[in-house]
Each structure stands twice: as C-alpha cells, then as structure tokens.
C-alpha cells in the first residue's frame, strides 16, 4: 500500500477512536458536569430569567444536538469562549500548549536517552553486580510517588531550608538564562520519575535482543562491546523502544505537566486542565479531551510509519 493511501486509511480508523472518547466524556460533563445555570442567574430567578440562561448556555437542546456542536467545533477548532476567563479557548490553548512543551521536552528527552544508556549498561552486563544496582536503583525510583519527588526537589532547591537556587513557582522567561532557571528543577523531577520506568523496559527489551542467535554469533567473533549494542542490538530493537517513547507523549503532555505545572505555578497546558477541572470550565475540558483523542490518532500514524522505516520489512497495511 502507498503512503498517501495509507494515511488517509489511518486517518479513518481514527474516527471511531476519537468518536468515542469525544462521546463518553461529553456523556460525563452532560450529566454530572457543573450546572453553570445558578451560577448566572443569581439569586431568586425567575423561571424565565432561567429558561434565558439555560437557552444562551445550549442546555434547552437534546443532548445529540449539543454532542454534534460539540464535534463541530472539533473540526473547526473554535471551542468558543472560556467559561472562567470569557478569553477564546483558541487563544488560551495557543498561550498554554508552548509552555508546556518548552518545560516537559527537556525531562522527557533526558529521561529516555539516560534510561536507555542505563539500560544497554545493565542489559550487556545482566546478572553482574552493575545490572543489580541499576535495577535496584531503577525500582527505588519508580517506588517514590511523583508528587513525593516533586515537594522533595522543591524543599531542596528552592526552598530556604534547601539550597534555594531556583524559584518555587512562576514563568518569567525571556532569554535562556531565565529558561534555564526556571526549568531546570521540573527537568530534574521528571527525569527523576522517569528514569526507573524508562531503564526497566529499555532493559528487558535489549535482553530480549541480546539472546538472539546473531547477537550471540557477532560476540563470538568478538565483536567490540559499543558496536555490538549499536549495531546489532539497539538498532533492532527499536520498534518497542519507538512504541514507548511516542505514546507516552500524550501522557507528559497532559498529566505529567499537570502535576508539574499545578505545584511550580506554570501557566501550561496541565495548570489550565487543572484550573478548568476545578473550575467546571466545560469548553476548556471539551477541547482537552478532544484534542488529546486527536493526538493519540497522529500519534499512532506516526508510529506505524517509523516502524516501516527503521525496519523495511514491516508493511504499510
């Protein structure tokens, strides 16, 4: 199968995905979301000053006309208007989206490259006593709770009582100096997180590899160790490896940064998900959801085509 018709094949696959995570959240927020209706009116309404509210809110319209409006405003991205901050929920998300990415691609990046040399360390030398203290410190790493690990590096680097070397919480950055100054104790919080669960897959993937037939022919002709894990290892075992490093984006993006950003103050895209949560900010929460179904679609296309072109026997189908 070609390229093109390949994506547009995806592309379609795509939709009952998206169709059905877009319906059972809108389902949620229908029926157990915030009533913003009192909110408006104030107190002692009348009956019709309600039946007003309700009419300029689209909650007097049955519920699949609403969920249509909602996939509406899904193809053309115009959620509308924020319910807490009255900005278009285009601009908060245009504002938010690059915060969020500026302050998790350094943790994530770092995360998986050093969990993946640990990895080829420990796999080349497994069951030696190098293997078992990356391990060991892999499952100390993945034992600690996020938010744990977060409070920990806030009281050490920022804090009086620590070091105080960065700030707490805020965003002010205008020059790289002031984004390495406030991104660098997130970056060691995420990297910190990550490297145990990254190590331990990594890991029992480069094994998995290692036990093959040529692995172990290529160490018979003694084949030096770095060419060995490069070339007849890594390289084939890069279709798990690219599996967890592309699904796992969506979840950074959305509740790493949350946790993240929710406890440094930075106005990204999880303090925004956070805040409407909390909020009861439905067209916010609405674009959320959707956009991140979308995002796990692409991501899946992305996915299939690395596979075909890291490993030419894998068929686009």
Request: hydrophobic residues 50%.
């Given at each position: 199968?070609?390229?093109?018709?390949?994506?547009?094949?995806?592309?379609?696959?795509?939709?009952?995905?998206?169709?059905?995570?877009?319906?059972?959240?809108?389902?949620?927020?229908?029926?157990?979301?915030?009533?913003?209706?009192?909110?408006?009116?104030?107190?002692?309404?009348?009956?019709?000053?309600?039946?007003?509210?309700?009419?300029?809110?689209?909650?007097?319209?049955?519920?699949?006309?609403?969920?249509?409006?909602?996939?509406?405003?899904?193809?053309?991205?115009?959620?509308?208007?924020?319910?807490?901050?009255?900005?278009?929920?285009?601009?908060?998300?245009?504002?938010?989206?690059?915060?969020?990415?500026?302050?998790?691609?350094?943790?994530?990046?770092?995360?998986?490259?050093?969990?993946?040399?640990?990895?080829?360390?420990?796999?080349?030398?497994?069951?030696?006593?190098?293997?078992?203290?990356?391990?060991?410190?892999?499952?100390?790493?993945?034992?600690?709770?996020?938010?744990?690990?977060?409070?920990?590096?806030?009281?050490?680097?920022?804090?009086?009582?620590?070091?105080?070397?960065?700030?707490?919480?805020?965003?002010?950055?205008?020059?790289?100096?002031?984004?390495?100054?406030?991104?660098?104790?997130?970056?060691?919080?995420?990297?910190?997180?990550?490297?145990?669960?990254?190590?331990?897959?990594?890991?029992?993937?480069?094994?998995?590899?290692?036990?093959?037939?040529?692995?172990?022919?290529?160490?018979?002709?003694?084949?030096?160790?770095?060419?060995?894990?490069?070339?007849?290892?890594?390289?084939?075992?890069?279709?798990?490896?690219?599996?967890?490093?592309?699904?796992?984006?969506?979840?950074?993006l959305i509740s790493g940064s949350l946790i993240i950003e929710t406890y440094f103050g930075i106005p990204g895209a999880g303090?925004?998900?956070?805040?409407?949560?909390?909020?009861?900010?439905?067209?916010?929460?609405?674009?959320?959801?959707?956009?991140?179904?979308?995002?796990?679609?692409?991501?899946?296309?992305?996915?299939?085509?690395?596979?075909?072109?890291?490993?030419?026997?894998?068929?686009?189908?």
């Amino acid at each position: 199968m070609g390229l093109i018709p390949f994506i547009v094949r995806k592309l379609l696959g795509g939709i009952p995905l998206v169709l059905g995570v877009t319906f059972i959240s809108f389902l949620l927020m229908v029926y157990f979301g915030p009533d913003r209706t009192n909110e408006i009116v104030g107190k002692n309404p009348t009956a019709e000053q309600i039946a007003e509210v309700r009419a300029q809110l689209g909650y007097d319209k049955p519920f699949f006309a609403r969920y249509v409006d909602y996939l509406t405003e899904l193809v053309t991205l115009d959620f509308g208007l924020s319910a807490s901050s009255g900005q278009r929920v285009s601009t908060v998300l245009a504002t938010a989206v690059p915060i969020t990415l500026a302050l998790m691609a350094p943790g994530f990046v770092l995360g998986n490259l050093l969990g993946l040399g640990f990895a080829l360390v420990a796999a080349y030398h497994r069951g030696r006593w190098l293997d078992k203290a990356i391990m060991g410190a892999s499952v100390v790493g993945m034992s600690i709770s996020f938010l744990i690990v977060v409070i920990f590096f806030q009281l050490l680097f920022c804090s009086s009582m620590g070091l105080n070397w960065f700030p707490s919480r805020g965003w002010e950055v205008d020059s790289v100096s002031s984004y390495l100054y406030y991104v660098t104790v997130p970056t060691l919080a995420v990297v910190f997180v990550a490297l145990g669960y990254n190590t331990r897959f990594y890991r029992a993937v480069l094994v998995e590899e290692l036990n093959r037939d040529h692995v172990r022919t290529a160490l018979a002709y003694g084949t030096p160790p770095a060419r060995l894990l490069c070339r007849n290892v890594l390289k084939n075992a890069l279709i798990p490896i690219i599996t967890r490093v592309l699904f796992s984006i969506p979840l950074v993006l959305i509740s790493g940064s949350l946790i993240i950003e929710t406890y440094f103050g930075i106005p990204g895209a999880g303090k925004m998900t956070y805040d409407a949560i909390t909020q009861g900010d439905q067209p916010v929460l609405k674009a959320v959801v959707g956009l991140t179904a979308v995002l796990f679609v692409f991501t899946l296309l992305l996915a299939d085509m690395l596979y075909r072109l890291v490993d030419p026997r894998v068929e686009l189908t």
